[in-house]
């Protein structure tokens, strides 16, 4: 099964800052690459997808993509305390349409 | 628009009993999905439903496991019988066409 890495952190920042986390995969075919946030005792929800190499901003939210580096991170900025979550990063296998899943990095923000 | 519903929210049984988890997936949405999810872990996937058919369930422990979406609609996913090691919240999703996919808020299985 390909793999989807990320650092499970916790990752700390103040209220305010900018977070970075970030993902690398296996897939060198990859082309759909997602990110879901899960507060703690609840579903995955997604917030952001990304297709192409580059940034796609969102609001608050900036995707990054590298397809060459087979690395894919999120910006948060002006961080608030509901942004605490775990942070999961999904991409699509080339062949097979699967969603392969990291283990997520853990965010909290400190007010 | 309404989510992805699941039902129940919660199951507690004990092992060897069997279990049942129901899922209706958006509307409009011909692809759903099941997954598992340990604690400290991402979703993983059991099986991949387009329309009726199942298209993927290569991870799905057939001795124990089923499921079935008999009109291409809602699903359902069978244990039995259940063992201590299946305790994790089973969670749906669906998308149109196998794009992005949405979560509905999981069933957590406690096998005692």
């Known amino acids: 099964q390909k793999e989807v890495e990320q650092n499970s952190g916790p990752l700390s920042v103040p209220e305010g800052a900018i977070a970075s986390l970030n993902c690398t995969y296996s897939d060198r075919g990859s082309q759909s690459f997602f990110w879901y946030r899960q507060y703690s005792g609840k579903s995955p929800e997604l917030i952001m997808s990304?297709?192409?190499?580059g940034d796609k901003e969102d609001g608050r939210f900036t995707a990054q993509l590298n397809k060459a580096s087979q690395y894919v991170s999120l910006l948060i900025r002006d961080s608030q305390p509901s942004d605490s979550a775990t942070y999961l990063c999904?991409?699509?296998?080339?062949?097979?349409?699967?969603?392969?899943f990291g283990a997520g990095t853990i965010l909290r923000v400190k007010s | 628009e309404a989510g992805v519903v699941q039902s129940p929210r919660y199951k507690i049984i004990e092992k060897k009993q069997p279990v049942a988890f129901w899922c209706n997936p958006i509307?409009?949405?011909?692809?759903l999905y099941w997954y598992l999810q340990n604690l400290g872990q991402g979703p993983e996937l059991l099986i991949r439903y387009e329309n009726e058919e199942a298209v993927d369930d290569s991870q799905l422990p057939k001795d124990r496991f089923s499921a079935e979406r008999l009109k291409g609609v809602d699903s359902t996913l069978k244990i039995q019988p259940a063992e201590l090691g299946d305790s994790a919240v089973y969670l749906c999703a669906s998308s149109w066409r196998n794009n992005e996919q949405f979560f509905g808020p999981g069933t957590r299985l406690t096998v005692l």
């Open positions: 999904a991409v699509k296998e080339e062949y097979g349409n699967k969603l392969v």
């Open positions: 990304i297709y192409s190499n």
């Open positions: 509307s409009g949405h011909n692809t």
